[in-house]
């Protein structure tokens, strides 16, 4: 939407080294034409306030044109965009010039045609078709960098926050280790748009995982065949209000290529991590998940039928300092928070929570299933209850079909023809065994650089406990079985230990994983209860530390799963607690047999095994017990 136009001869000072860039860039016809200048001032259509916005510009040539002052937030993918802060200036040939413009899926997106013959102002409206943040909803993208491997540009937290506005993002989640890290939002965020600098921890073998909200940078951020996965979350989840995000699980169908990417970023160790609760979240939505235009659901819906509650997360693993990058928050998470006050530490919780959505433009701005919201739960006595629900979608661009997902069958359709942008329709459905329901919609692809092959979102579950069962398929389990075994054999096959310690770890964690999915493919870890993770705390004092320091860890009761069903209590479990440096090499041992359920404390006086101190630096107290692994990191200065 136009909402003026006017044409004047105006006097504009350009920036002599960046209009030669340009004239150089351009194709021999474009700077043989004659040229003026086009400046453009986009603003909310009803308020009238300048808007940040995504922008295309299209000259008579069909060649791309970019404004001045702004080659760092120039890409050259999806046919070619910028941002900009709400107003901008271009050169471009005289004659017509169409404009693109986009904020967002709250907000309709704009093409507007102009005829420039002489240095020309437009103002550009763009309409807004609901506010998600009335109804509680707030949008992130769970995996960003600004600062990736054979980037083009240098950017900072600033200009993230200028890309992540117009957006419409609230968070921005920027996994770029220790770029800019403070341990809390960037001092560029506002209330309606926070950049975290966070971490993504790149395991070849093993997965990477989305660290989001730490206070400090777990170490180390990659690696090959050590450390775990496992040692990773726990060190992360250790840090208040911190989750642990399967960052594009299926980034590959070549399962054995651990040496490059795109197999080394496979999520080999999800199924693992998923028993003791180590992932709060899965991205389903992944401009590097290889299925399904990077929509890839196979995975996450295995592991829901396992009994696990993991979120839906969306990260497009955008690299805005890459010219070949495609825009963050195209695919993005919706969370709902209840609080009044918002931050980041809200945002996190309600997404481990499982209060989200994710989506790539349609917005479900309502999904119940017998009163409870996706994340909750909903308990009944006995098989065959009848639910029902409801289900609300609002979308700039036309929907043709909602479906209602239970256990991951579709057990609901709603075909719409022809399609709709609004839609609010109430279902119902059976249940005969506990049962985990969600809904997904799907429509034709359409609109600017919308990624996937089509239009989709996808609701986290409501959890429906019967008889306080566990949600089990067992085929589903039986695969994962199979899944830990091939990472077994690859590990076998592939990997490489420093010490025999190490490795000896590594296989007797995959050995009892298999074990585990073993067990519930024949139903004996069937109670709801038997997957909730024991506590495990492992704190030191003084931290940093001189001569020595008091290591205080807390140990659980082991659960031993019943054949009949359930599970009980053993009154001691088998613990190890060790002394690691930063390399993952084994310095000190301090426990490795049975203890009693309860707190437990040593005291290290900074030597290894032979009697040496060990020289000033990090170092890491790893606890095992009862399934769970919880590292505590320690600084010695001498």
Not at 180 to 203: H, I, K, L, N
Not at 395 to 406: A, C, G, T
Not at 596 to 604: D, I, K
């Amino acid at each position: 939407m136009r909402l003026a136009i006017r044409t004047e001869r105006v006097s504009v000072f350009v920036a002599g080294a960046a209009f030669a860039a340009a004239a150089v860039a351009a194709p021999q016809h474009l700077q043989a034409a004659s040229t003026a200048v086009l400046h453009c001032t986009i603003v909310d259509a009803t308020t009238l306030a300048p808007l940040a916005a995504r922008c295309r510009m299209i000259d008579r040539f069909q060649s791309n044109r970019y404004p001045f002052f702004m080659t760092s937030f120039y890409h050259a993918a999806a046919g070619g965009y910028f941002y900009s802060n709400g107003s901008f200036s271009c050169v471009v040939p005289t004659g017509p010039v169409v404009l693109t413009a986009k904020h967002g899926c709250e907000y309709r997106e704009t093409v507007d045609s102009v005829t420039v013959n002489a240095d020309t102002s437009i103002v550009v409206g763009l309409d807004r078709m609901i506010s998600m943040d009335s109804l509680g909803w707030y949008c992130g993208d769970t995996h960003v960098h600004i600062d990736h491997s054979g980037g083009s540009y240098v950017l900072d937290p600033n200009a993230a926050h200028l890309m992540a506005n117009a957006e419409g993002l609230f968070i921005a989640n920027c996994l770029d280790n220790s770029y800019y890290f403070t341990g809390g939002a960037a001092s560029c965020s506002t209330p309606d748009c926070y950049v975290y600098m966070s971490e993504e921890m790149r395991s070849a073998s093993y997965g990477h995982l989305g660290l989001l909200g730490l206070h400090a940078i777990v170490e180390p951020v990659s690696s090959s065949w050590w450390p775990m996965s496992m040692d990773v979350a726990d060190s992360a989840h250790a840090q208040r209000g911190a989750i642990v995000i399967a960052a594009h699980p299926v980034s590959s169908d070549d399962y054995a290529q651990v040496e490059s990417w795109p197999g080394d970023g496979i999520a080999r160790e999800l199924a693992v991590d998923c028993i003791a609760h180590r992932i709060d979240a899965v991205d389903i939505l992944s401009y590097s998940n290889c299925h399904q235009g990077g929509i890839e659901l196979d995975t996450w819906y295995r592991l829901l039928n396992c009994g696990f509650r993991l979120s839906a997360s969306a990260g497009t693993d955008a690299a805005m300092n890459r010219l070949d990058s495609g825009p963050l928050g195209a695919f993005r998470t919706y969370v709902r928070i209840a609080d009044e006050v918002t931050s980041p530490t809200h945002w996190f919780a309600a997404l481990a929570a499982g209060h989200s959505f994710v989506t790539n433009g349609p917005l479900i701005t309502r999904f119940e299933v017998d009163g409870r919201s996706s994340g909750d739960s909903c308990s009944f006595a006995e098989p065959g209850a009848v639910l029902t629900g409801r289900i609300s979608v609002r979308s700039v661009y036309p929907v043709d079909r909602i479906e209602v997902v239970r256990n991951g069958d579709v057990v609901v359709t709603v075909s719409l023809d022809p399609p709709r942008g609004a839609v609010d329709t109430s279902f119902s459905c059976s249940i005969f065994e506990s049962s985990w329901v969600a809904a997904r919609v799907h429509g034709p692809k359409r609109g600017w650089i919308t990624p996937g092959d089509y239009l989709f979102a996808h609701t986290s579950p409501v959890y429906c406990v019967v008889h306080g069962r566990r949600i089990l398929d067992r085929d589903d389990a039986a695969l994962l079985e199979q899944n830990v075994g091939a990472l077994e054999l690859l590990a076998g096959e592939k990997g490489a230990w420093p010490d025999t310690i190490q490795s000896s770890r590594v296989f007797r964690e995959l050995a009892a994983a298999r074990s585990w999915y073993d067990a519930l493919a024949v139903g004996v870890v069937a109670d709801v209860r038997s997957a909730t993770p024991p506590a495990l705390r492992c704190e030191n004092a003084p931290n940093p530390f001189g001569g020595g320091t008091e290591i205080l860890f807390q140990v659980p009761g082991a659960r031993e799963a019943r054949p009949s069903g359930g599970s009980r209590l053993l009154a001691s479990a088998p613990v190890t607690l060790a002394i690691y440096d930063v390399s993952g090499r084994l310095l000190r041992r301090f426990v490795e047999a049975p203890l009693p359920a309860g707190t437990h404390r040593v005291r290290w006086d900074g030597r290894d095994e032979r009697g040496r101190e060990v020289a000033s630096g990090i170092y890491f107290a790893r606890l095992s017990a009862g399934g769970r692994i919880f590292s505590r990191k320690m600084i010695r200065i001498r």
